[in-house]
């Protein structure tokens, strides 16, 4: 089945740094990749959607220059958190849906990163 | 408002037993409706889609119910295994649009 790649799994750094997560689609092409914030014993929260070869679209509250989305190609897009603070810290997640699919396709979720912010 | 409220908010049941998860929506116009298992960690995966003239659908141990009627949905797990454990997440998407509402989720512990 297809497999969205995320990486790293888990990262921790220190306040003021910026840190920079990947999504890689690996067996399908993705015009369009999503990112989630999600905290403990909630749901996932949309911060932005990631449209290949144009500027992301981003959530209401959610700051473009702090978190910026590159999608350079149709298998990769990149969320860098820059300046992190203690509380940026969360798991962030991304999804892609297949090109190919229709309405019905299912979003493919990465396995998330762990960001902690020290 | 669109809106996706998922209930209980936690289940703690035994290794074996029945439970059946809720989910209520407000989404408008409704496209379809997606359970996700999400394992600690981990992203969510799917397990079953609905569209609007689905009733039912079955995928091993999982059944969900649609009743677009009333905009509510379940999903049945039977005989229940400790890798159960984990979030269920009801996802409806409206027609027309990239726009999907996520639910808060239940988290379901199997014990032994």
């Known amino acids: 089945g297809a497999v969205v790649s995320q990486h790293p799994s888990w990262v921790i750094c220190k306040s003021g740094t910026s840190v920079k997560i990947e999504c890689r689609s690996l067996?399908?092409?993705?015009?369009?990749m999503f990112w989630y914030r999600q905290f403990p014993k909630q749901s996932l929260m949309l911060m932005a959607t990631s449209n290949e070869g144009s500027k992301a679209t981003y959530e209401q509250g959610v700051e473009k220059d702090k978190f910026l989305i590159n999608h350079a190609s149709l298998t990769l897009s990149t969320l860098t958190v820059t300046s992190a603070h203690p509380e940026d810290s969360s798991f962030y997640i991304c999804s892609a849906r297949d090109r190919s699919g229709q309405g019905g396709s299912p979003l493919h979720f990465g396995n998330g990163t762990r960001l902690t912010v020290t | 408002k669109n809106q996706v409220e998922q209930s209980p908010q936690s289940l703690i049941i035994l290794e074996g037993k029945n439970c059946t998860l809720q989910?209520?929506?407000?989404?408008?116009?409704?496209?379809?409706l997606r359970w996700y298992k999400q394992d600690t960690g981990r992203g969510p995966v799917s397990l079953t889609i609905m569209t609007f003239s689905e009733n039912t659908k079955s995928n091993g141990r999982y059944t969900a119910t649609l009743d677009a009627d009333t905009k509510q949905s379940s999903l049945h797990i039977t005989a229940s295994q400790l890798s159960d454990s984990a979030s269920y997440i009801c996802?409806?998407?409206?027609?027309?649009?990239?726009?999907?509402?996520f639910g808060t989720g239940t988290r379901l512990t199997v014990i032994p």
């Open positions: 067996d399908f092409q993705a015009t369009t």
């Open positions: 996802v409806v998407r409206q027609t027309g649009a990239n726009n999907l509402f």
């Open positions: 989910c209520n929506y407000t989404v408008s116009p409704f496209s379809n």
